[in-house]
């Protein structure tokens, strides 16, 4: 130890521990003197070798060997930074060498040259460490980082994110077209100070607070306003708000901004379209309502338009519900209650509805709703509602089928009907209570006309006449 | 007309509705009860009335129908399955719908299409020229 190498056979340092060394050594750097007037290596530290890839300390070492290390890509580098140290004093250098045994590593120097009185070069010091794991940290986190921005400024969405001042950290360039400013001018502002048309900024800002608090999401937010990109234009969006997290801390806000202006015109155009033809189709069976009663002369005929337009009316009410709910569903409690809307006031009394919350199919409100339009027909002249002490229990539930799967079951139970008339003949009304529902819904169906009122069942399989999500709108 | 001469067209039409089978494809139940008592009405035998592809298909499967009246969307599904196994198996179809004919497929171009809703005796009519019958006497 405290070998301390110098060509001349006397050293520039005094050394007798090896304590420089050890230190050198510990750093994992290694020193180099090079005596510009001899072109040889003045001094170097045992480190200096193995950097080079030598277990042992070399005995001869000189600027060409130096140089031979260092990959042909690279070997300019060393010369400029040598040709610079000589004017400016300070050499500075990273370069690839190609270790003894083949191996590549990043070299990092630093170092001074010293002049003669006259200005004449005379050495140059230089510390050298192995940059290789540094250099190969950084250039990942280079690649990283620029994969990073090219997916945030490449997405076809709008992107941004904020402090916990909600002043802006960034945004991307198609989150700054929808706001019509340049991505700069976003900069640790608040979206109040740039984008003052934007509608209810302080709700969103009283819901970031939570994000913040509680590092849950805030999703499928529609923001609505009017940006620079179209000054005066109302315009919508659709935004999911998330926290960003470092480590435990929740340290902003970042976003995802979906333009909807145009999907919410379709949507609002396709609404209208849609009331227009339930506003004509209403018409439209008012006309035929017209034409039938117009066409009618005789009493009989009278009496069939009487029957006619009650059906054309269940058939336009069941429309109507349909319609409120926008095609999704209606609510059976709801259903029956309009068919059964004359009779309002024995609603609880005489007429007693039992049963879930079922949201029941477009598809099967229709044929239901003619369904308890007949039963109810039925019972004012023949039935429960046709004397005084007739009652209606209105039933429903779901069950399980072992083949068939969820089944809605339901009834229609009148009781305390004096007579009941079996009839020698089956109607319109009896079909549509069974063939009819039965066509219509994959239905089971029952009618028997008990001693004291008529029963009628239908069991009908759920996934037909249930909206998916089951119950509660 | 004399009853003479009616006897001498039913001689000369080598085929009657009597026997002949007619498929009804239809989602509206109230359309096909309709059809079906119109066809019975006529001496058409009803194969039977189905609300879906699926079920038309089946009942195809069965037994083939001398004719099938078709509407064009059934609960959102389109008819064309049906109407192609019908034209492969050679049997007669014409379509009954809301739509336009601009809205079939012009393959099936062919095929007679009713529009809804369809007056008096045309769709027995229609039937009945599908099928080279006289239409019989009700």
Known sequence: MGRILGDDGHSPFSDPSGRLDMALDAAGIGIWIFDLTQEKAHYRSPRYDTLFGYDEPQDLWNREMTERFIVPEDRDVLQEAITQALSSGVLRFELRIKRANEEIRWIAGDGRTAFAPDGTPLRISVVVRDVTAERGALQQYVRANALLDAIFEAAPVGLGAWDEQFRFLRVNARLAEINGLEPAAHINKRPDEILPDIAGLDAVYERWRTVLQTGNPWLNVEVRGATPAQPGVVRTWLEHFYPIRSGADIIGIGAVVEETTQKRQQDERLRLLLEEVNH?????????????????????????????????????????????????????????????????????????????????????????????????????????????????????????????????????????????????????????????????????????????????????????????????? | MTIQANALTAAQATNTATNKRVLIVEDEPLLAMAMADQLSDHAFEVQGTAPTVSRALAMIAQALPDAAILDCNLRGESIAPVAELLEAKGVPFLFHTGYGKNHLSPRFAAAPCLAKPVPGDLLIATVCKLLNVAPPAR
């Open chain 1, 280 to 473: 004509r189709s209403k018409n439209m069976l008012a006309v035929v309502q017209m034409l039938v009663q117009q066409s009618a002369r005789t009493s009989e005929e009278r009496a069939f338009v009487a029957r006619f337009a009650d059906r054309l009316k269940s058939l336009a009410d069941s429309q109507d519900l349909l319609v409120q709910s926008k095609w999704s569903g209606v609510c059976l409690h709801e259903l029956i209650a309009s068919q059964l809307s004359h009779y309002r006031e024995f609603m609880g009394t005489r007429i007693q509805m039992q049963g879930p919350r079922v949201q029941l199919t477009a598809m099967a409100a229709q044929p239901l709703a003619m369904a308890f339009h007949e039963l109810c027909t039925n019972s004012v002249k023949y039935g429960a509602l046709s004397c005084p002490g007739g009652r209606i229990a209105i039933d429903w539930h779901l069950e399980e089928d072992v083949v068939l799967g969820s089944m809605l079951s339901m009834s229609w139970r009148e009781t305390g009907v004096a007579s009941v008339v079996t009839p020698e003949q089956h109607g319109f009304g009896h079909r549509v209570l069974t063939q009819m529902l039965q066509y219509a819904l994959d239905a089971k169906v029952e009618l028997n006309f008990a001693q004291d009122g008529i029963v009628w069942m239908l069991t009908a399989p759920a996934h037909i006449v249930m909206e998916p999500s089951g119950g509660a709108s």
